[in-house]
């Protein structure tokens, strides 16, 4: 079975028809390993695929967060991040480059939390922030002028 095989199966089995698009636009984002914004995912796309509207980047992503295959995050006001990873984890979010790296859910465990007052707590993702210890000593792979900016 191809991954494409792999992944029109995956689709079918969530009720979702598989189309060229979607099927382009799920592969990616499903074998990323990571946590790209749909602009990511467009981009990525229609490298292979230069009709795929950003619509329907959308109403897939939409419809695969629906269908729990895909996780949606929102890091401070940036646009939302799909998660590949639907299982229980934590993230770090790198303050150098914004990337986000999972962390295992047993990497992590809170020891006390004061519930709000009304609240019954039925899960909880906690987010790291850090950077990379050997930040700054990598030569930097961009020509010059193209600085990496605070923020
Ligand atoms: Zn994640």
Redesign the pocket.
């Known amino acids: 079975m191809t991954d494409r095989d792999r992944i029109a199966a995956l689709l079918r089995a969530h009720d979702i028809q598989p189309s060229a698009q979607r099927l382009a636009i799920a592969a990616f984002v499903l074998g990323s390993g990571d ?1 790209p914004t749909a602009e990511q995912v467009h981009r990525a796309v229609t490298a292979t695929l230069p009709m795929v509207s950003r619509a329907t980047v959308y109403n897939t992503l939409k419809l695969l967060v629906e269908r729990g295959l895909l ?1 949606q ?1 929102r890091v401070d006001d940036g646009p939302a991040l799909y ?1 590949p ?1 639907v299982h229980h ?1 934590h ?1 770090l979010i790198d303050e150098d480059t914004g990337h ?1 790296v ?1 962390i295992p859910a047993d990497a992590i465990e809170v020891t006390r939390f004061d519930e709000p007052a009304g609240y019954e707590v039925l899960s909880y993702t906690v987010t790291v922030r850090g950077r990379r210890r050997d930040a700054g000593t990598e030569t930097p792979r961009s020509a010059a002028g193209d600085d990496v900016r605070d923020g």
């Open positions: 946590h996780d995050h998660d990873n984890h993230h986000v999972d």
